[in-house]
């Protein structure tokens, strides 16, 4: 079965600096998604990608956050200077249609020290 | 008030038995509606969709009432391997971003 793949599984990094999370969608997928989850509460929506643009965007999403799709497989999420309250899972995901239910990648674990 | 309600449980349910979840959802713009499992510090993985007919997919059946604004799914046969987490989604209406709740935990015991 088709799998989305995000590395690092864990990333530790200090307050201030920045990270780059990484994920390969679905090969045939058109829509890409980053989520987030802080440990004990519920999955949350931070950015679309559809067309090489952001498509829709979360309050959470601020100018620390940008989206990329270098080379047509890999999809990555920076964050420019991380803060303690980055600290969570973050899930990337992807999709062959709107409106479908995505699948989601198993996640990389942000630990902001 | 949270746009996607469900109790948290746990649920606390023996092999076999039948057990069922609602969630409620307040946007009346809510347009697609899922059901997610999530295992334990594990990524959400899409159980069913859930259709205005109600479907059914082996065990579990997903039943949505668009006027009072619910969603339900119901286990029956419960499995050891049920045990997780398990999560209401909606979306709007020309929108893909999918709104969580936080989810309602089951426990399925020997």
């Known amino acids: 079965e088709p799998e989305v793949t995000q590395t690092p599984s864990h990333q530790v990094t200090q307050m201030g600096q920045e990270v780059i999370l990484r994920c390969v969608p679905i090969s045939n997928h058109l829509y890409f998604y980053w989520y987030r989850q802080i440990l004990g509460q519920k999955v949350e929506f931070l950015v679309s990608?559809?067309?090489?643009?952001?498509?829709?965007k979360s309050e959470i999403f601020d100018d620390q956050f940008s989206v990329e799709r270098p080379d047509g497989s890999n999809f990555t999420l920076k964050i420019r200077s991380t803060k303690l309250e980055d600290s969570a899972m973050y899930f990337c995901?992807?999709?062959?249609?709107?409106?479908?239910?995505?699948?989601f990648g198993s996640g990389t674990r942000l630990t902001v020290v | 008030r949270k746009e996607v309600e469900q109790d948290p449980g746990p649920f606390n349910v023996p092999e076999g038995a039948t057990v069922a979840f609602n969630c409620t959802y307040s946007?009346?713009?809510?347009?697609?509606f899922f059901w997610y499992r999530q295992d334990c510090r594990k990524e959400p993985k899409l159980l069913m969709s859930v259709y205005s007919s109600g479907n059914e997919d082996g065990r579990f059946t997903a039943q949505l009432n668009r006027a009072s604004q619910y969603i339900s799914l119901l286990i029956r046969d419960s499995k050891l391997s049920d045990s997780a987490t398990y999560l209401c989604?909606?979306?709007?209406?020309?929108?893909?971003?999918?709104?969580f709740g936080t989810g309602t935990r089951l426990q399925v015991f020997p």
């Open positions: 989604v909606v979306s709007h209406y020309n929108t893909d971003k999918l709104i």
């Open positions: 946007n009346s713009a809510s347009q697609s």
């Open positions: 995901a992807s999709g062959l249609r709107q409106g479908n239910g995505y699948t």
């Open positions: 990608f559809y067309n090489n643009e952001i498509s829709e």
